[in-house]
């Protein structure tokens, strides 16, 4: 009985490990902004053998690039007290493992993608992991601006989403693309403020390094989150939604500004973190009314 239990516990460990590894929440919202990209750009019926093709592809190469991410920053991961438990720092999981993993991930990923989508949404998915590992996963120990560089791969989702469903680009995609972007921009300064000095000390250059009284932080936070305020309207403008998704849009951007503009005036951690708990509830909530109010 005592083996079965321990069998049970090491196995619920393993598998605990594995979704650290692949960043099980990061990778899911990727999987739901290319299902609203998927969506938006539905014309005529739903292609449910593509829908599924694509969000499965979707979600190996990003767990793919999350596994390879964690597998470049092991070393500096160990050097901070958010990150230092994950599997590979803590020494539950070989780097080998995990670096034969991601690759595995990734390359299944954008392969499914290029035979259940088509070559674009490929194309895409490849640029999404490799501008994720090549490009900003070095930036973050050289430039405060890998912030701004990150949030590139993270907006691609719903573009590749889109191309599945539509077979090519169009304003609308971009429009979603630069919503995600400019979404991401507060989500990462609060976080990036509330861990500030565990960054330091793992060698990552945040936008929030050499901002000791956060003054310039929540400044790009209420910058970044006003825009996203005014594009967010765009799709109710362009008839991509109905003016029921306006008004919300405008609703939830606001209260989101606002959060922005408390965390410039106090600039304390409390105020970062419902900055962070703030975007946290805007996005599902904008996808979701975005999805129920759109034009076909």
Known sequence: MKA?????????????????????????????TTFVGFIMGTTG?????????TLFGTALSACGAAALNQWWEREFDAKMKRTQNRPLPAGRMHAQDALYLGIFLSASGIL?????????????????????????????R???????????????????????ARGGLSIE???????????????FLAIAWMYRED?????FRMLTSDDETGSSTSRQAIIYSMA??????????????????????????AGFTGCAVR??????????RLLFFASILYLPILLALMVMTRIP
């Not at 979704?19 to 919202?29: D, I, N, P, Q, W």
């Not at 088509?118 to 070095?138: D, E, K, Q, R, W």
């Not at 996203?228 to 609703?251: D, E, H, K, Q």
């Not at 410039?264 to 970062?272: D, G």
Request: hydrophobic share 55%; net charge positive.
């Open 112 to 140: 499914l993608l290029a035979i259940a989508a088509n070559i674009l949404t490929a194309v895409l998915s490849a640029l999404t992991v490799g501008s994720y590992l090549f490009i900003y996963t070095p930036m973050k």
């Open 4 to 32: 079965e239990s321990l069998q049970q516990a090491q196995t619920e460990s393993l598998i605990g490990d594995i979704c650290t590894l692949v960043k099980a929440r990061l990778s899911f919202l990727v999987l739901i």
């Open 263 to 272: 965390f410039s005036m106090i600039r304390n951690r409390n105020a970062a």
């Open 228 to 253: 996203l305020l005014a594009v967010s309207l765009l799709p109710g403008l362009i008839r991509m939604n109905s003016p029921i998704y306006f008004f919300g849009a405008f609703l939830l951007g």
């Open 173 to 187: 995609a971009w429009l979603l693309f630069t919503i995600l972007f400019l979404w991401q921009m507060p989500h």
């Open 45 to 53: 019926p739903m292609d449910y053998l593509l829908l599924a093709g």
């Open 199 to 203: 960054y330091t000390a793992g060698g």
């Open 142 to 164: 050289i430039t405060s601006l890998n912030t701004i560089v990150g949030a590139i791969p993270g907006a691609l989702p719903p573009m590749i989403g889109w191309t599945a």
